[in-house]
């Protein structure tokens, strides 16, 4: 399996695993894990503990040899050519904007959502692919690809960073018109930048990190940090609803977005203008976040700016247990200096970190000792019971103090302890490195997944601990061995509730069809998390793996009036990779 | 003309002109002006400069005696009945739920647009009035009410506050079919409230005012704030896309609202559940907002509510013009310090507000003597350019007073002097009292309008000044008497720009049709202004009046979509007050 694409301007060598190939985790013979490459926190150090505390946690005993073997060469289906729209997009465009190869059609046809897609990819086949990529260039090429694909019925899936992990990629098994895939990321371009308003235009395709690059040429940051940002999409994010990190400073994808231009085959979706707040009847910009790829192709967007901040500070605090953690979050989102980004680990989540530490060097082990004789002993925190807060605080100097001040004053009430800036920004750096481990566990034989949902605050620990009991119920059910591993954290904070992300991972040595349980166990804890009053999602979205639960989301004429605003702006239902509302047989 | 109306629950005394009953301003014989009733700052004392002021401004002089006269009884086409539809509803309900009444009729059949309703109601006829008024007491009677319209083919005109000032209220003259007010205000109760997770759900029939006093019984504010907020309804903001002067703090309407339920002729719209943000693919809440009237009933929302601020704490500072003014607001709106709620009004308005105030008494008049002697001599400030802001801060005591410390520091840069709380609540005060000011000079053949406008930092001096220098043009145009009088405020700020918030004024003795003069006005000022960068409006909405300008807003295809959702939505067209995108002759 290789690693190929033209995106050499984005440096990434992305390939059916998550982000770069120079960065993948190794076990070297003393049991060690090192992270190659330097790209992160993570790189370039022995990790000792954690494949002791892996192996105590599922308890399960990794053998180094026995890896699951990735497929060698899938079984690729031959594209599904529709021979007059193939000559008609040869008559138009250069070689170099399309490709009927087998590698960029498998890069093409999946997301990286690990049961369904990484699995399928990398152990197994994919059932349907997409018959032929575009790589969309301008404005004008995506129009004449839309005019082309209605004349000659072909299936269009708008493609962005490839990141998603709600199998919005994946192909209807019923669609037998030809499907192209639309590469954006040739279009990444800054259209224009505008100091004073603070707004920027840019094309869909760029990435969260060329994104950035650029504007910090400018002098100035959009501030959106979702996990993916090195490799997702400005239309992705869109067509996501996504979220990020520093979403209490910059806001969410729909707080940032100011104006969005959509293709459909009904014509071009937009504002004339981008305007700050208006009232302007029905607003069509605000039904476009979340539209998963069901509508058309998002071209280009407006989004707000800030100069970059004068100081970005990093804070940590420890707490006796999530309860206490969970009520100085409340106090903190309700209050006057909510920071850019503050977050709550649980314990599990919390010894995981640990357990990524390197092995202290003497006079380091020394202090640490002491460090943890002061805060078990002599502060009575149970070690299988803390639980860690990370802080980032962004902003002018004063702002920065006056939230830094304020925070650690609250965090006393609740017992809380400061354990330094070091732990918070590891904290978030661990942030870019979890899909990289979690695509190194599997060739161990541990598959596990990430998934989130928002939650009133009165109903957080009922979520945690129906999940937590579900997946006990579950595991044992399927009769898998070893013990499941659940782990969660508060990401986000709201006003009236919270997103809380979650990660399981279960062992599968042995067990015959793992992704079909796997995907079982995802289903089954969605509908504990909604049954116990939490959300289809915060921000992965719904894509195919949740579609099932829309019905306990809306209301039946509500799905049915998304389903005809779909029908009136794409008849030929062109744009028909059918996610969230719209079911396989659709349309 | 009687002042009638069911409504003593919020004790209102409703009329055609605005607010209550209780409150008019009325001229003593010494050319003083007074406002009855005690309800406002402005209440209860003579404003000797009132009057002065305006004869300056717009060059004219007022005759106390001549004053244009209301119409005395207007002629009221009787009701178009559909006389099935007209006996099912006698079947169904007691006869206090519905009304053929003139009086009634003409109550439900307007807004608060001056030249296009109020002028019309007062000075001459409306050409078309609802046929029924019916009283909505449940979601039952509204389902009931919805079905029965279907059944007769009924056209249905959602009733709020009746504050509307965009001519969402009037009926097309194009129809045909009989025309059912249906006034929500006696949905006004709270359905219950969830004290951990800060949210409340309301019947969107109830007022502002009566929604705050009820949650303050339970220590819960929601800070909605709009200038109606005594009049208006929950529903009606929701229909409106409206703003409120705190939303600084608390949010506009659609960062207030967590799940609306509006019934449309083919089914319930709403969310199963109200959650914190999530991603459940294309959010059809979001679109609710600003609907006008032309999807369903609004019939409940759950919207999300706040403790009772510790601290609230007003503030005012004048700055020697209005650029430097902006600058400051500039910067506010860009720092961690945001109050909730900051203006900024022009030299025209702040001496307007210098004119309401009351004859000073001896050692204050000498105070106030020697206060403007420090201003205008020693600090240099002039008169006729220097500009004042209003400021209000709420929330813990702490966090009131790092907002007053840097907002303070940050006007001295910008040459802004303290003038203190008392102006500045006066000038909070001042803005209930302006709708009021209104009808009382339009009796005198002063007509004016309020109109407002969202707009980039940028723009906002060249928005101003073209307004300003059109007004004139069109006042020589029109060989209007007289000079025209044209102020203007920023009242809210955003990250890209700001709400400017204008008002004029014209006299119209001895002008024939001075109704379709001022909307001709209305029309060329809301030209220019879209031709300088603002938007179609910031809050007040599109109604009908600002119709023709959506072709300017949004791109073509997105009105064709939004005319498709409201077909696929109500195919029969029982929501016909055909605002914002649909004209006259549509569906």
């Known amino acids: 399996m290789t690693n190929k694409s033209d995106r050499s301007s984005n440096n990434a060598l992305w390939g059916h695993k998550w982000g770069y190939a120079d960065t993948s985790l190794k076990i070297n013979e003393d049991r060690s894990v090192i992270m190659t490459g330097d790209r992160y926190a993570l790189s370039g150090y022995k990790m000792p503990y954690l494949i002791p505390y892996i192996e105590e946690l599922l308890d399960i005993k990794i053998e180094l040899k026995d890896v699951l073997e990735e497929v060698k060469q899938a079984y690729i289906t031959p594209p599904n050519c529709n021979a007059d729209f193939t000559q008609a997009i040869a008559d138009l465009f250069p070689a170099h904007q399309y490709s009927f190869e087998d590698s960029e059609r498998l890069l093409h046809s999946h997301g990286q959502t690990t049961f369904e897609e990484v699995h399928k990819v990398l152990y197994s086949q994919l059932e349907r692919l997409v018959d032929m990529v575009f790589y969309c260039e301008s404005t004008a090429d995506a129009q004449k690809l839309i005019e082309l694909a209605i004349k000659y019925d072909v299936c269009l899936v708008p493609f962005g960073g490839g990141t998603s992990v709600s199998c ?62 090195e490799l997702s999409t400005l239309g992705g994010w869109i067509a996501t609803n996504a979220s990020g990190m520093k979403k209490n400073r910059y ?216 999940v937590a009991q579900q997946l006990q119920e579950l595991h044992r059910q399927y009769n898998l061995p070893g013990k499941p591993y659940l782990s969660y954290r508060i990401s986000q904070s709201y006003h009236t509730g919270v997103c809380i992300y979650f990660m399981f991972a279960v062992y599968i040595k042995g067990v015959e069809h793992p992704e079909v349980i796997c995907g079982q166990i995802e289903h089954s804890l969605r509908q504990t998390i909604i049954a116990n009053g939490g959300s289809i999602s915060h921000h992965h979205g719904v894509g195919k793996i949740r579609q099932d639960f829309m019905k306990d989301t809306l209301s039946p004429a509500s799905i049915e009036l998304l389903r005809q605003i779909k029908k009136a702006s794409d008849p030929q239902n062109i744009f028909g990779v059918r996610n969230n509302i719209l079911a396989e047989s659709d349309i």
């Open 168 to 229: 919005a990629l994946k192909l209807p098994l019923t669609e037998t018109r030809a499907i192209v895939s639309v590469d954006m990321k040739r279009m990444n371009r800054l259209e224009w930048i505008d100091r004073e308003n603070l707004r920027a235009c840019f094309q869909a395709g760029i990435t969260g990190k060329q994104l950035e690059a650029e504007l910090r040429q400018h002098g100035f940051v959009c501030g959106h940090e979702p996990d993916s940002l």
């Open 251 to 466: 806001g969410n994808i729909e707080q940032i977005v100011e104006n969005i231009t959509l293709l459909t085959p009904t014509g071009v979706i937009e504002q004339i203008a981008p305007t700050p707040r208006a009232s302007m009847g029905m607003q069509l910009q605000n039904l476009l976040f979340g539209n998963e790829g069901n509508l058309g192709l998002i071209i280009q967007a407006v989004i707000k700016i800030h100069p970059l901040p004068q100081v970005t500070k990093y804070g940590s605090l420890i707490f006796p247990n999530f309860d206490l953690g969970v009520k100085f979050l409340y106090e903190v989102a309700h209050s006057g200096f909510i920071p850019a980004s503050i977050r709550l680990v649980d314990n599990n989540q919390f010894r995981f970190g640990q357990a990524l530490k390197p092995k202290s060097s003497s006079i380091l082990a020394y202090l640490d000792k002491l460090k943890k004789f002061y805060v078990l002993k002599l502060r009575g925190f149970d070690p299988q019971q803390m639980v860690a807060a990370t802080i980032v605080m962004e902003g002018a100097a004063e702002e920065v103090a006056y939230q830094q001040t304020n925070i650690y004053a609250l965090a006393k009430k609740f017992q809380g302890l400061a354990t330094g800036a070091t732990n918070g920004q590891r904290g978030y750096m661990l942030t870019y490195a979890i899909a990289y481990l979690r695509d190194f566990l599997s060739s161990y034989y541990i598959t596990g997944e990430t998934f989130e949902t928002s939650v009133p605050w009165s109903e957080i620990q009922q979520v945690c601990n129906a």
